[in-house]
């Protein structure tokens, strides 16, 4: 296949986005730190409720054994343990230690006995992949109002050439997968239920939208 031929950025998304437009729609426009008004409790009141999630995601990750979500799953892991420093920092570590740990199991069954399927799995790596995106913007908002905090969790893990590069290479790879409609449906299926595990974490309902 010539260069000419392959997908653009926008055609490999394409699908994904379509499955999952009005849940991100829903999500970005709720959540609390994304409000004008956003503080430092809020920020971590933000990191709190995603730990749980983060967690089953990266073991979902690591289920089909695919070195290009297991890449994706040790930038997981970073993020995590940046995670944990911003939550220390924020004077927040403590609480909620033994939920999150619950929650976390109750998140890991739908998301790991479904991510065997590998284009399922990869659907979910678009959502939290796409989320540092998300995240960057949001730090370049947030970060003068809540300095001297270094919100390190929303900055780009792993990115030497920059978040754009990483967010390519991570399409390109995406690609690859999404060879036939079979896969295409079940990376679609992956997708949605990142959004449907992670809404409820903002107390948000994924259905009635």
Known sequence: MNAAAQ????EVLR????????????????LPIAREDACLADYADHLRALR???????????????PG????????????????L??????????GEQPAAMDQASLAPR?????GERAFA??????????QLGGAAMHKRLAPKLAPHPMRYF?????????????????AQLACVLRDPDAVGSAQRGAVAGFETLMPRFGLRAAGL
Do not use: C, I, M
Request: negative net charge; glycine residues 6%; aromatic residues 6%.
């Open 155 to 171: 900055q780009p893990v792993d990115a030497p050439d920059g978040l754009a590069a990483q967010w390519k290479e991570f399409v």
């Open 86 to 95: 911003d939550l220390e920092d924020a004077g927040s570590a403590p609480a």
């Open 122 to 131: 990869w659907g979910l790596a678009y959502v939290l992949e796409g989320s």
């Open 52 to 66: 749980p999630w983060l967690e089953a995601v990266r073991q979902a990750l690591g289920a089909p054994g695919d």
């Open 15 to 30: 699908p994904l986005r379509n499955a999952t437009h009005a849940l991100h729609e829903a999500l970005d426009s709720r």
């Open 111 to 115: 998301l790991v006995d479904a991510a």
């Open 69 to 84: 979500l297991d890449r994706v799953a040790r930038r997981t892991e970073r993020r995590l343990a940046a995670l944990a």
């Open 7 to 10: 997908p653009t950025v926008a």
